[in-house]
């Protein structure tokens, strides 16, 4: 590991304060289970680390005042979230988080820190960059892991979040912070990522000095209930990312779904909102049929690489069994 | 989902007339503005460490001097200035387990944790969690042969203690589940796991 400097401020204006607008100067520290093995690596070399998780802001979570959404601080660690009586409605959450299979990540990841995770990509974690070489490292090397979706620019990596596909899904809005307190920007979470065009841009629009201090989730309406699933199609049981993910929010009325939102994950550069997929639902009582055609045309526009073909398959059953699951016609998965 | 059409910051939008942006951003900035309101002096401030630094770990129950740098793990502490060696460094990136060690009761993993981020925790490393229940998961695992070249039993031993104290009575597939985040290369998981059965089984001590 090269050296830094190191800061633990205790208030998100220090936090701002800290943090450098020049891109890789400074970097920003939540539990570390991703960031210090990329310090090591000297994947990223910045000259000072701001640790966020004692942040006072960045903790807990809150009712939105005038109601109608929570707020889930970006410092809160995955089981805090797991144990919480507000978030019990949000199964997709508890799915993906149970999913991640591992007490130890789940005690030291951070929700910010989930959601920012950098990519897995082999190219990008030994040092070719996030693009690998404008694309042609992955392009002409072993692409099997990488993104079936959305690549034909130099971005070919997966988003690594595994959280993400399911916040999306039950519409969570991401609170975006900086470079000053006062700057503050509510995106749909699905928004909060990009696919980078060039080596300047990261895989988030987060700007260097700028932090997630908030997820925002629309509060469970009881009039409007939402059944929510996901499911990660895996090599195995141990700490590795998933082949192909998928999670779905279906607003389910005297058996009919009135609204429905289906997100692909480990597919392409961003989660993949499947919208096709998702109208496919609407209208209609879910069933082994519907589900099947939602998962066909969910991966229907797939682009896959010269090795990755694969995955198309496995992104199509994982979206067939989010939406079974989430209906309450199957079970299965990691999460059980 | 935004494919970037330009290299211009995308945030770009944030002017000073303009810094709320998006529904719900004069909500959610109320929520910051109200959490953690109570006036509390910065512990760290603002301060920014740089070079060494003398720092004082709470480690099995004692208070140690370590002489730090920022990018010090307390791994590197806990093995090279402690002597505790029974954490093991095993994957740079903590994906074996093997360090894992409990951080204010929390398994975590001490490769992936920078010293100066634990200052103010307590941390109990495999040499005290094992005294735990008069030793009853070492003993276990001896009882049930659950290791072979034992580079992987410390970390398993501390995460087995942190999973029993929160489901004292798993089932077979809890523990299967629970206890994924550890990796045995010499593939002793079948040992492992009734050594926690019998563990389970055993009630309180256990
Ligand atoms: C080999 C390997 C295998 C893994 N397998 C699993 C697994 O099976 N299960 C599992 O649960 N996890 C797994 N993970 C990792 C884990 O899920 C992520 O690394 C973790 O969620 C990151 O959270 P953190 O709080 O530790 O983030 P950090 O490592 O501290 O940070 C991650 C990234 O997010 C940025 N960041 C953090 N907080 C914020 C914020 N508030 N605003 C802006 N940016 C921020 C950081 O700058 C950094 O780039 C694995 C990781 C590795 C390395
Ligand atoms: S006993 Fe050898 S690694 Fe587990």
Same mark, same amino acid.
């Given at each position: 590991m090269n050296n830094f400097a190191y800061a633990q401020p205790r208030r998100l204006e220090s936090l701002l304060a800290l943090?450098?607008?020049?891109?890789?100067e400074t970097e920003v520290l939540a539990g570390g289970t991703d960031l210090v093995g990329l310090l090591r690596e000297r994947v990223l070399t910045p000259e000072r680390v701001v640790n966020v998780?004692?942040?006072?802001?960045?903790?807990g979570v809150h009712e939105v005042p005038e109601g109608g959404a929570l707020a889930l601080g970006a410092a809160m660690r995955l089981d805090e979230l797991h144990e919480h009586p507000l978030l019990e409605s949000y199964t997709a959450l508890h799915q993906a988080i149970c999913g991640l299979r591992s007490l130890q990540y789940q005690a030291q990841s951070t929700l910010g820190g989930e959601l920012c995770r950098r990519p897995r990509c082999w190219y990008f974690r030994a040092g070719h960059g996030l693009l690998a070489d404008g694309g042609r490292l992955i392009r002409e090397g072993?692409?099997?892991?990488?993104?079936?979706?959305?690549?034909?620019?130099p971005a070919k990596f997966v988003?690594?979040?595994?959280l993400a596909p399911a916040l999306i899904a039950l519409d969570a809005r991401a609170v975006l912070v900086g470079?000053?307190?006062?700057?503050l920007s509510v995106v749909p979470?699905?928004?909060?990522?990009q696919t980078p065009i060039?080596?300047?841009?990261?895989?988030?629009?987060?700007?260097?000095?700028?932090?997630?201090?908030q997820i925002l989730l629309p509060q469970a309406d009881a009039s409007a209930a939402v059944a929510s699933a996901a499911y990660e199609v895996r090599h195995?049981?141990?700490?590795d990312d998933p082949l192909a993910a998928a999670a779905v929010s279906l607003q389910i009325e005297s058996g009919v779904v009135r609204q429905a939102k289906l997100v692909l994950g480990q597919v392409a550069p961003t989660p993949r909102v499947a919208d096709t997929a998702s109208r496919l639902l609407v209208g209609h009582a879910v069933d082994q049929l519907r589900a099947e055609a939602a998962g066909r045309a969910a991966v229907a526009d797939a682009t896959p690489l010269s090795r990755n073909e694969y995955k198309v398959q496995l992104a199509e059953v994982a979206a067939t069994r989010a939406i079974l699951k989430a209906a309450g016609l199957a079970t299965g998965g990691f999460d059980e | 989902m935004k494919q970037s !059409?330009? @290299?211009? =910051?995308?945030?770009?939008?944030?002017t000073r007339r303009k810094?709320?942006?998006?529904?719900?951003a004069a909500a959610a900035a109320t929520v910051l503005a109200t959490t953690?309101?109570?006036?509390?002096?910065?512990?760290?401030?603002d301060e920014v460490i740089a070079g060494e630094t003398t720092i004082t770990l709470h480690v099995n129950g004692q208070n140690r001097q370590a002489v730090v740098e920022p990018r010090t793990t307390l791994l590197e502490v806990l093995r090279y200035?402690?002597?505790? !060696?029974? @954490?093991? =460094?095993?994957?740079a990136d903590g994906?074996?387990?093997?360090s894992t060690v409990l951080i204010d009761g929390k398994p975590m993993m001490a490769s992936t944790?920078?010293?100066?981020?634990?200052?103010d925790k307590k941390i109990e490393t495999v040499e005290s969690v094992?005294?735990?229940?008069?030793?009853a998961v070492p003993a276990a695992f001896v009882e049930y042969d659950a290791?072979?070249?034992?580079?992987?039993t410390p970390g398993f031993v501390v995460a087995v203690r942190a999973f029993l104290d929160k489901n004292?009575?798993?089932?077979e597939a809890e523990i299967r589940a629970g206890l994924n985040g550890n990796v045995c290369r010499c593939g002793t998981y079948a040992n492992v796991l009734q050594a926690v059965i019998a563990l389970v089984k055993g009630g309180p001590r256990g």
């Open positions: 943090l450098s607008p020049t891109p890789g998780c004692d942040v006072e802001e960045l903790q072993d692409n099997r892991y990488h993104a079936i979706f959305d690549n034909a620019g988003s690594a979040s595994r470079p000053e307190p006062e700057y979470l699905e928004e909060l990522y060039d080596e300047s841009q990261r895989e988030t629009i987060l700007q260097p000095n700028q932090v997630l201090a195995g049981e141990g700490p | !059409t330009s @290299a211009s =910051p995308p945030a770009s939008g944030f810094f709320l942006q998006g529904s719900g953690g309101g109570e006036a509390l002096a910065d512990h760290h401030g200035q402690f002597e505790l !060696t029974g @954490a093991k =460094p095993v994957s994906s074996s387990g093997a944790l920078l010293a100066l981020s634990v200052r094992s005294q735990r229940n008069s030793g290791q072979q070249c034992g580079f992987c004292p009575n798993a089932s």
